[in-house]
């Protein structure tokens, strides 16, 4: 391959933080062919700012979860773009099926001990996150909480593994590879860091070196195409790849950077990739997972909590959710919590995550409403008024995502693979990286968040980078 940096032609498939990311770095590099074809008719992927209530919500990502080693934390920490959230969740009342308030220092005691019993540290752990929470729980309550009630702390440990499923993005914590758990590194510092009033679009904004302007391109100006569903990247044609859209296009380009979701992935890679993908490639696709965790924003006239209560947990008695679970509302078993919004305080937000998470993204919105309703009269002594504007998300449903976000699965430890076959690039018969993959799903370290997302389309632009430097020294 004689060409260069200057005419080699780099097709970007996604417009997330990662394909920016990928194409900006690109451009900084001195390439000067970069495309970047987008399904949606926005940017920013999983990262989705809209207007809401007082000033914005994020629809997708909506924290950054840490500071030292978080390449989005790096990015803005000189210019307040970000705040400390601190301890939001210190004043969460862990509420029971029958109204009961447990007492906060029994709750704070026993959502600790639920907290320190997911693996940690540096020992390898070969089962499910599931196993070893319930089993190190279990050994903590005999060891600090002898006496409590077997009941309340049975009730409280599932409403902690629902808690932490949404932060996994999983069904339930079994499937949630303990190994992968503990390689995940975690970024020190507050790991609820807001953006005012801002939300995430205005990182992205600075990551394509954008003016304030919400539809200011910056450098990647004239370089984005909108409504561009790949279906087809064929490397076995003569022009390196040809690139097929939905609506007919085609582009030729001598490197594809791939940046969409796990979920779209698993659902197309036979038919999006032409030949096949590698064997180790579509092990991974096939054994990592697309979690679904779905947000509710509920907009009132004025905040409906007391003032001393930022939300509220659910902790499910055995025989409410024995009724539950023989009703149209069963989906509302998954639902975490409920709590305050920084800068909105009118707001109220609510999190679902899994299986009942995707049932409820094929409800009505009048029916999701209606349980929340009944959800709020179910647990909270006092009266929730019907909300003046209500928004959710429905990431499954949506085709250029099925999922918000991935995690490693105890499948893929069996069968020995993870990101790092889904970030290893297909070369052609000379050993050229022509096929590359991103997002944050190919982060081993990093996986489910932005700051992987980013640093996965750094690494795939700095690997054609270091290709062609490679080449002009020779």
Known sequence: MSKSREIVR?????????????????????????????????????????????????????????????AVYELVKDIYLLERTGDLFGTVRCVRSNKEEVPQELAITLRGIAASSIPDGPSPYAGSVGEYMSQKYWQQINIQLPSVDRTLAEEMLESCKRSESSLEG??????????GHLEFAESDGDQLLNWRDLGFERFLRLLRSASDQPDDLGVLKGRVHYQKRVTEINSNCPCNLEVRCSDGETLNADHVICTVSLGVLQEQHTTLFVPALPAAKVNAIKSLKLG?????????????????????????????????????????????????????????????????????????????LNGLSWLFRKFLNFDVPQPKRFVRTQWHSNPNFRGS?????????????????????????NGQPILLFAGEASSKTHYSTVHGAVEAGWREADRLSDFYQDISTK
Request: charged share 25%; proline share 3%; with cysteine.
């Open 292 to 368: 679904t965790v779905n947000k509710f924003y509920l907009e009132f006239a004025a905040q409906p909590l007391p003032s001393d209560c930022a939300g509220f947990y659910c902790l499910w008695m055995e025989q409410d959710l024995e009724v539950l679970r023989s009703s149209e509302l069963f989906w509302l078993e998954s639902i975490s919590g409920c709590h305050r919004v920084s800068y909105q305080p009118r707001l109220l937000q609510a999190w679902i995550a899994g299986e009942h998470a995707r049932h409820m993204e094929t409800l009505t919105e009048e029916k999701v």
């Open 10 to 70: 780099i097709v970007v498939v996604g417009a997330g933080a990662s394909g920016i990311a990928a194409a900006t770095r690109l451009l900084e590099k001195g390439f000067k062919n970069v495309q970047i074809l987008e399904a949606e008719n926005r940017l920013g992927g999983r990262i989705h700012t809209i207007p809401f209530a007082d000033n914005v919500v994020d629809l997708g990502a909506q924290w950054c979860h840490g500071e030292k080693g978080n």
């Open 170 to 179: 999983s069904d339930n914590l079994l499937e949630v590879s303990g190994r």
């Open 405 to 429: 976000y991935s995690f490693r699965t105890t499948k893929a430890d069996e069968l020995s693979t993870g990101p790092w076959d889904l970030e290893t690039p297909v070369m052609n018969e």
